[in-house]
């Protein structure tokens, strides 16, 4: 149960337009680093394994292997260092965290990739197509 007087600051500093982040899926986060005076934005890949936390506290773990190494890194989900992040492919999964990857090699950490649902006006068009 949250005080509403920080639940109100909360909510001024929440990122809008963020991806609908799940369980399994690959993505793309785009970070912002600064070296001195110049700022570059870098980009790690990986998969979600695990997401926590609520509100501006809220954060995700990507995991990729690195050379046959595996690096897991933890992100802020609202922090103004994540530039952008990509949803590049979405997996089925059964459980809330993914860290039964660790212990997996190779092919072994590979997840089925969850299909796109159809709408309902796209799979009207296909069967009144056969009914003329």
Do not use: C, W
Request: charged share 35%; hydrophobic share 35%; aromatic share 4%.
């Amino acid at each position: 149960m949250k005080d509403s007087r920080i639940a109100l600051v909360e909510e001024s500093g929440l990122k809008k337009g963020l991806p609908d982040l799940a369980i399994g899926d690959q993505v793309e986060v785009h970070q912002r680093i600064l070296e001195g005076e110049k700022e570059r934005v870098q980009v790690f890949s990986g998969v979600v394994i695990s997401r926590r936390g609520e509100g501006m506290r809220e954060s995700f773990t990507v995991r990729r292997i690195v050379q046959g190494e595996g690096v897991e890194r933890i992100f802020p989900l609202n922090s103004p260092k994540i530039a952008k992040v990509e949803v590049k492919r979405t997996g089925v999964v059964r459980r809330a965290k993914l860290y039964y990857l660790r212990d997996r090699v190779g092919k072994a950490t590979r997840l089925r990739e969850r299909k796109a649902k159809v709408s309902d006006s796209e799979a009207g068009k296909g069967g009144e197509a056969g009914t003329e």
